[in-house]
């Protein structure tokens, strides 16, 4: 789901992480949502499932609204991937790995994503 309105899974959302698709509304918005649901972080997907390479920032967007948990984007594919594979296992949450880069080297000059290198 989007994110911006009510989160009708509020009971399934707290004590976890949410996975929240991006537009409509601003990523500050979407994570103090999942955040009042109870969510623990979250990630935030782009909407195209063939996205596999347009990092997207998640910019403050000057509300100076506060948000308390931890929040990060993953490409469209991958995204897709998560909720196509929850849906065809029949699962409502899993636990799942998502490197992160912890080089000093800038995304653009890595030119690919940043959990590749390791």
């Known amino acids: 789901a989007c994110g ?3 989160i009708q899974n509020s009971d399934q959302v707290e004590g976890k992480i949410a996975l929240v698709e991006r ?3 601003s990523f ?3 994570v ?3 955040q009042d649901a109870g969510a623990v972080a979250v990630v935030v997907t782009d909407q195209d499932s063939d996205n596999d390479e347009i990092f997207i920032s998640m910019a403050d967007d000057t509300t100076e609204r506060e948000v308390n948990i931890p929040a990060a984007f ?3 594919k991958n995204g897709h991937i998560i909720k196509k594979t929850l849906a065809r296992l029949s699962l409502e949450a899993a636990v799942i790995n998502i490197p992160v ?3 000093r080297i800038s995304l653009y000059k890595l030119n690919q994503p940043p959990w590749s290198v390791w």
Do not use: H, M
């Open 4 to 6: 911006c309105g009510f």
């Open 74 to 76: 993953v490409l469209g």
């Open 28 to 30: 500050v918005s979407k």
């Open 23 to 25: 537009g409509d509304c």
């Open 32 to 34: 103090i949502r999942a």
């Open 101 to 103: 880069n912890i080089t």
